[in-house]
């Protein structure tokens, strides 16, 4: 019987060891021209875009407009409104979270034998610990909760306002003050992969505060000798946002180096993705660029919904290829969980499909429609149906429905640097790099073009924005006139999916949760009686 025990306990373990290391790097408010790959040479990304020449370019993936609700849709595979979550952000002192209900990624893999990781942003609810990172599926945390962070001081302002939100599991962090955010992550995000025991799959799910904006006194923020390494980017924001997307390369190609060291790089799957479009023009002070897409971040035009994004695996049958499957952000935990091996036929529960085998095999992709989403507060929606795209109002009365550079294609392309990188290094090392040739085939493929028609300004607060998405990727000219019927299944479709949609959580922010009522901390006060509290 105990030999019986122990052939069993070996099988496991087997099976276990053979299920992929899962490494998820999503950056914050990463636009989509700030990549390479997209066509830019103005900001460098070297690392990035080797894993993305060497896998897949997700050139038809689409991500929530705004930080929290994006979020919830790769943690829960649900569409925000079906979690409550389809309205704005959490804030630090709200007394609301992601539902306990809902059964998160990590959940889904520990079940499967993974460890868990998370570094860096949360974003998803801390007024009680139970909301916390640690309680739901992941077995340490070295990052903060709230929606983003000074990257030095590590405060965040917000909501009327201001506390210290860095943490190491449980525990407040003061002694990383002074410290560079994106080098924090990196440094625990290497020391995680130096130190797990291979023999079973790892899944670090590293959140970058980068390139989010800081707090208003200084909310572009990087090294000085990394900015002054952009000197030729005339535009001052410009520049600084260069160095601090600089910092998120560099950090992507010493987590390569890490896995590759390690030994686990030919049993890896990575993804790369932005939470949302780019906050472009000054947009939230910053200075990304979704060119030659329309609009920014929290906008359901294309450049605040349609995501920077790629991935990376030997697993992939037919990788070093521009992947036109339509993807939404809920798509990755089916589409995980299926390529590591899981049975995902009872999924019927969530919206995301499982793309793995199309992706993969590059066959066509279950999905045939996404629901960018429905606010019934602000009285937007927006739904895509093939090549069809239905917008149906506006955020910011339309303040922020243009066009948004810079496009950077005058910019040099360095080829070397992408094949001579640490990221390219790796992939040579393991024989799963391209050529030269392939790359350059590759990036025109991925750099989108308007055409030459004129912009027509489409205002959807007064009539419906309707356009053909493949024809007209930047949203030139609505014709909505044009195909009366076919925009009236659409309109259709979304009260469809209205009727179905849960009620926003979101409330209003409780004083108690301020701050300085926890010695200047964003903290957990949902769980203490006392709002003096001191946080040791």
């Known amino acids: 019987m105990l030999h019986f025990i122990i052939l069993i306990t070996c099988f496991t373990s087997l099976a276990t060891a053979k299920r992929p290391h899962i490494i998820f790097i999503l950056a914050d408010d990463l636009g989509f021209n700030d990549v390479g790959f997209h066509g830019s040479g103005q900001i460098p990304t070297p690392n990035i875009d080797a894993l993305a020449y060497s896998g897949l370019i997700l050139n038809n993936y689409y991500v929530n407009p705004i930080c929290t609700p994006s979020r919830s849709a790769l943690m829960t595979g649900k569409y925000p409104i079906h979690t409550g979550m389809q309205h704005g952000v959490l804030y630090g002192a709200e007394p609301s979270g992601l539902p306990l209900c809902e059964k998160l990624l990590p959940q889904y893999l520990q079940e499967l034998g993974y460890v868990n990781h998370i570094v860096g942003k949360w974003h998803l609810g801390s007024w009680k610990k139970v909301y916390t990172p640690l309680y739901r ?45 994106t080098d924090i992550f990196t440094k625990e995000s290497v020391r995680l992969i130096k130190n797990h025991d291979p023999s079973s799959p790892l899944f670090l799910y590293l959140a970058h505060v980068a390139v989010h904006s800081g707090n208003p006194y200084e909310p572009l923020r990087a090294p000085d000798e990394e900015i002054a390494g952009f000197g030729f980017i005339e535009n001052y924001e410009r520049r600084k946002f260069a160095a601090m997307l600089s910092k998120l390369d560099e950090s992507v190609g010493q987590v390569v180096k890490a896995l590759g060291d390690k030994g686990m790089l030919e049993n890896s799957i990575i993804v790369f993705s932005t939470d949302n479009g780019g906050a472009a023009a000054g947009f939230n002070l910053n200075a990304a660029s979704n060119y030659p897409l329309r609009g920014v971040k929290n906008t359901y035009w294309e450049g605040g919904v349609k995501g920077a994004g790629l991935i990376w695996s030997p697993l992939i049958q037919k990788p070093f290829r521009v992947s036109r499957q339509m993807m939404h952000i809920a798509d990755w935990l089916p589409t995980l969980l299926e390529a590591a091996g899981a049975d995902t036929t009872n999924l019927t529960h969530i919206d995301g499909l499982s793309i793995w085998k199309a992706l993969s095999e590059n066959s066509e992709s279950p999905r045939e429609e996404i629901l960018h ?30 066009w948004y550079g810079p496009s950077g294609r005058w910019y040099q392309y360095n080829i070397s640097s ?13 024989n799963k790099f391209v050529d030269g040739k392939v790359i350059k085939t590759l990036r025109a493929e991925a750099t989108i073009q308007c055409g030459d028609g004129p912009k027509i300004h489409c205002n959807p607060l007064k009539t419906p924005c309707f356009y053909n998405i493949l024809k007209d990727p930047c949203e030139l000219k609505s014709v909505a006139k044009e195909y009366p019927l076919v925009l009236k299944e659409l309109q259709v479709r979304i009260q469809q999916f209205n009727a179905t949609a849960v009620p926003p959580i979101k409330k209003p922010v409780d004083p108690k949760g301020d701050p300085k009522n926890w010695n200047r901390v964003y903290t957990n006060f949902g769980d203490f009686e006392n709002p003096n509290l001191i946080v040791l």
């Open 137 to 181: 599926g992941f077995v340490s945390h070295l990052g903060y909760w709230t929606g983003h962070q000074d990257y030095y001081d590590h405060t965040a302002m917000e909501a009327g306002s201001w506390g210290l939100d860095m943490r190491k599991n449980m525990s407040v962090a003061y002694e990383l003050h002074g410290e560079y955010s």
């Open 418 to 430: 992408v094949e001579n990188g640490p990221v390219g290094v790796q992939l040579k090392k393991i």
């Open 373 to 402: 989403n429905i606010d019934d507060i602000l009285g937007i929606s927006s739904i895509t149906v093939n090549n069809w795209k239905l917008i149906q109002g506006t955020t910011y009365k339309g303040a922020w429905d243009n």
